[in-house]
């Protein structure tokens, strides 16, 4: 539970260190999307809604369809929603409502072209043909949207349009189209399969025919043997009235085909030839003495009379040829009804005689094939007869139970979820940069943190402090204050410190000579000095003998900890030319007013190249005679980053206390200067880190011990 605690209080620390950059980012997200929403085209939806009955429908069937299985009637509505919005369907929307030439769908430049055209370049000329087609087909298709309305059998089609007005057009006229399509579909599928139906029912026919006279001419042929077989002359006898309808039949047949092409090229000679009947006679006789008296020379006067005569005459001649042709067709008739009557007859007579077996068997087997192609015909011509009648009386399976209407307010953009949606969206980017910032790129924030990116422990995690007053170190806690958290921090790093140096002792040196702490940073303002400063006061409280040595020669920074204005210091020592250095080394020499620390501070700024004083024999014989005369020796050295002088030192020095300021410091920063630090020293002195300034420790590391730093009555 602590841990979770610990985590959730980390996560808000980092949220509120990184305040500024969540809202900045968050600002800046908001004010990019609501500038793009505000110039984004308004367009507006509107949707028709279709309802789909996926049951058989047929006006000729009176039972009631069998149900299906909703696995079955789900894949159907999901068919209907890609058929709708096939491009079929699209097309015929764009050749109904003329979308080629719209401005809003129709072929148009592109951006690019603009663009060119913007900077003087020649613009193409515009698609035509199937280029432009295909252009207004992807414009339809990116407005059009088709969806289910969750398991139920509606579909919506929507429409979205710059014109409240065309959208509701659109998708009325979407919805049209999609049941029309679906219509003709059904109409073309009953179409097609009659079609095919008409296709063998010719075929049929002509085999029931060839089945027929098959069947016939064997009698025919062989109703000698069968009356001598049978016994019965009856049969020949029928054969033969048989014979001789089929030839009246046949003789009457060619009369009437005669007389109907001469009625129709209205030829009354050939009329009059063809027909030996009295009616026709008596009208040919008047017609002819009509003729003579228009021929005579008397017969001007009334010739009008005499032609309208001779036309009523030859009309009544076509209409007695009528007459007649009827008679003949129902002469035609009654022969053939006779001859079928006798022909069935002189068939069941056939069968009922005493045959041979082989001849029954012919006979049987020429029934059989007739029967069966009868009734194939028959089943052809109902089946015909029924897709005929569905052709003409199909139902669409879908209906549009809502019209689209046109909306009052645009559905994109919508202003107000874009704004909410951004600014989500920024504080979700402000968050993970924040995060990203503190744990890739910014600073470290934990222990853990830093074994897992330096692959080293940290010595000692310091709390930032805040001195009573500006000039005031924060380094006087140590003395002020030995039972604050702070100082119980410094205490910490000092024991880390030792045992490091304790555990790095160099071979051939003896126990007792003093060990050099360097202290360095990676870039100004992390806090070094003054860890340097506590950390001396610190070992003298302690009882060893401390000297505190202020390396920083290019910004020297000691003496303002302490509150003096030092006349000379490490940087006169470094380059005086006496060579009995050691006389001069009480001048700089000086005493923590707080503590028995000894210090040698920096007077002023280098004028020329710290690393060359830092360098040389006089700074070494000055560390040697320093280990010889106290316990510990803390060397402030300049920031790593900015200063070389920093690898120079760290041969020296016994262990190196590197500053990182927490949640400050850049990862990449302290892993570079760390890696130089041991490059420098070839590896034998040990780098410890030290976070410093954590802002987390006083509020929750002081709220756990806060009972135990505080004095009790």
């Known amino acids: 539970?602590?841990?979770?605690?610990?985590?959730?209080?980390?996560?808000?620390?980092?949220?509120?260190?990184?305040?500024?950059?969540?809202?900045?980012?968050?600002?800046?997200?908001?004010?990019?999307?609501?500038?793009?929403?505000?110039?984004?085209?308004?367009?507006?939806?509107?949707?028709?809604?279709?309802?789909?009955?996926?049951?058989?429908?047929?006006?000729?069937?009176?039972?009631?369809?069998?149900?299906?299985?909703?696995?079955?009637?789900?894949?159907?509505?999901?068919?209907?929603?890609?058929?709708?919005?096939?491009?079929?369907?699209?097309?015929?929307?764009?050749?109904?409502?003329r979308l080629v030439a719209d401005d809003e769908f129709g072929v148009s430049i592109g951006l690019r072209a603009r663009l060119l055209s913007f900077l003087g370049v020649p613009v193409p000329d515009l698609p035509t043909g199937d280029e432009a087609l295909n252009q207004v087909l992807s414009n339809l298709r990116n407005a059009v949207s088709v969806q289910r309305r969750g398991l139920t059998y509606l579909i919506s089609l929507q429409v979205r349009s710059e014109s409240n007005e065309k959208a509701a057009n659109l998708a009325n006229s979407l919805a049209d189209v999609y049941i029309e399509d679906q219509l003709s579909s059904k109409v073309s599928s009953a179409l097609g399969s009659l079609s095919v139906i008409q296709s063998r029912l010719e075929q049929a026919r002509s085999t029931v025919v060839a089945s027929e006279t098959t069947y016939d001419q064997f009698i025919s042929d062989n109703i000698?043997?069968?009356?001598?077989?049978?016994?019965?002359?009856?049969?020949?006898?029928?054969?033969?009235?048989?014979?001789?309808?089929?030839?009246?039949?046949?003789?009457?047949?060619?009369?009437?085909?005669?007389?109907?092409?001469?009625?129709?090229?209205?030829?009354?000679?050939?009329?009059?030839?063809?027909?030996q009947s009295d009616a026709v006679s008596e009208l040919e006789a008047q017609r002819q003495r009509v003729q003579q008296d228009l021929a005579s020379p008397t017969a001007s006067v009334s010739a009008i009379d005499l032609q309208a005569e001779l036309a009523r005459i030859e009309q009544s001649i076509i209409e007695v040829a009528n007459t007649e042709v009827s008679a003949l067709q129902g002469e035609m008739q009654q022969a053939q009804d006779q001859s079928a009557d006798l022909r069935q007859q002189l068939r069941s007579e056939v069968i009922g005689s005493a045959l041979s077996a082989d001849t029954l068997t012919q006979i049987f087997q020429l029934q059989q094939n007739a029967e069966l192609a009868r009734r194939q015909y028959q089943t052809l011509l109902s089946r015909a007869q029924d897709l005929e009648a569905q052709a003409?009386?199909?139902?669409?399976?879908?209906?549009?139970?809502?019209?689209?209407?046109?909306?009052?307010?645009?559905s994109f953009p919508n202003t107000r979820l874009i704004i909410i949606l951004s600014g989500l969206a920024g504080i979700g980017l402000g968050v993970a940069l924040a995060f990203l910032y503190e744990n890739l790129i910014g600073g470290f924030t934990s222990d853990e943190q830093v074994a897992t990116v330096l692959k080293r422990p940290v010595a000692a995690t310091i709390p930032r402090q805040t001195g009573k007053s500006e000039s005031e170190s924060r380094a006087d806690l140590v003395v002020s204050s030995?039972?604050?958290i702070f100082s119980e921090s410094i205490r910490r790093a000092r024991v880390a410190f030792d045992q490091a140096m304790r555990q790095n002792k160099k071979s051939g040196e003896e126990r007792?000579?003093?060990?050099?702490?360097?202290v360095t940073s990676s870039n100004?303002?992390?806090?070094?000095?003054?860890?340097?400063?506590?950390?001396?006061?610190?070992?003298?409280?302690?009882?060893q003998s401390v000297l505190l040595v202020d390396c920083d020669l290019r910004k020297p920074s000691v003496h303002r900890h302490l509150g003096v204005e030092p006349a000379t210091g490490l940087q006169e020592l470094l380059q005086s030319e006496d060579p009995d250095y050691v006389q001069s080394l009480p001048k700089i020499l000086m005493k923590d007013p707080v503590s028995n620390a000894s210090v040698i501070v920096g007077s002023r700024r280098s004028s020329i190249p710290t690393d060359q004083l830092l360098a040389n024999a006089t700074f070494q014989r000055l560390l040697s005679a320093a280990r010889r005369s106290f316990d510990l020796i803390v060397l402030d050295t300049p920031p790593v980053g900015p200063v070389v002088d920093p690898l120079y030192i760290c041969q020296q020095s016994d262990a190196i206390a590197f500053v990182v300021k927490w949640a400050s410091t850049a990862q990449s920063d302290v892993k570079k200067n760390v890696a130089a630090l041991e490059e420098a020293s070839a590896g034998h002195v040990p780098v410890l880190i030290a976070l410093t300034q954590q802002e987390r420790s006083r509020s929750e590391y002081y709220k756990k011990y806060s009972g135990y730093y505080s004095y009790s009555s």
Request: charged residues 20%; glycine residues 4%.
């Open 1 to 97: 539970m602590e841990e979770s605690e610990i985590d959730i209080r980390g996560i808000l620390g980092l949220l509120r260190r990184r305040l500024v950059l969540i809202i900045a980012t968050t600002v800046v997200v908001v004010g990019a999307a609501t500038a793009i929403a505000f110039t984004l085209t308004p367009l507006y939806s509107a949707s028709a809604l279709v309802m789909v009955d996926p049951s058989r429908k047929n006006i000729l069937d009176d039972s009631i369809a069998s149900g299906t299985s909703s696995a079955a009637d789900n894949a159907r509505i999901d068919s209907e929603v890609e058929l709708a919005r096939s491009d079929n369907v699209l097309l015929k929307v764009i050749q109904k409502e």
């Open 224 to 275: 000698e043997t069968i009356s001598r077989d049978s016994g019965r002359s009856d049969l020949a006898s029928m054969q033969s009235r048989i014979a001789a309808l089929e030839a009246t039949r046949q003789q009457s047949a060619t009369l009437a085909n005669t007389v109907q092409v001469a009625i129709a090229d209205a030829d009354i000679n050939a009329l009059v030839s063809s027909l």
């Open 524 to 543: 100004p303002n992390e806090g070094k000095t003054t860890l340097a400063l506590a950390i001396a006061r610190s070992a003298a409280m302690a009882g």
């Open 512 to 518: 007792t000579s003093g060990k050099v702490l360097m």
């Open 392 to 410: 003409d009386l199909q139902l669409a399976d879908s209906r549009v139970v809502s019209t689209a209407i046109a909306p009052n307010s645009a």
């Open 482 to 484: 030995p039972l604050s």
